[in-house]
């Protein structure tokens, strides 16, 4: 027996079928969307509340397990990044922004240097 109900059994032919219908959408919603400039208004309300992670990352190496076992206090991990180099600002894990390090009123901070256009965000991706 099949385990779908309606699945005919081996060797029973099948004579009547209905043809699945399609209809055929127009797509002129999406072609509103696209023409949409920097001057028309986006109601954003709906996302306002979204809470995101923000981050702010100083570098990135690799090492393997085996090292990985073995760091303790006072270990050294040497990053990627040179010293003096901004640092990445990520949302959500992506990149949207650099920046360097402040210290205000003896709490670390950062002030942004280069924010990332949407466009360039865009292209990253690809």
């Not at 919603?29 to 979204?50: G, H, Q």
């Not at 995101?52 to 397990?65: K, L, Y």
């Not at 206090?73 to 360097?100: C, K, M, W, Y």
């Amino acid at each position: 027996m099949s385990e779908y109900p309606n699945e005919p059994e081996d060797g029973e032919e099948v004579d009547d079928f209905e043809a699945a219908a399609f209809q055929e959408f127009n797509n002129q919603d999406d072609d509103k969307r696209s023409t949409l400039n920097a001057s028309d208004e986006v109601n954003l309300d709906v996302i306002l509340d979204v809470p995101v992670t923000i981050s702010m990352e100083i570098g990135r190496t690799q090492i393997n397990i085996r090292n990985l076992l073995q760091l303790n206090q006072g270990s050294v991990v040497e990053l990627e990044r040179f010293a003096g180099e901004p640092l990445d600002v990520l949302v959500n894990g992506t990149l949207i922004a650099h920046g360097e390090v402040v210290v205000i009123n003896d709490k670390f901070g950062i002030r942004l240097t280069d924010v990332i256009s949407p466009s360039e965000r865009v292209k990253r991706l690809a």
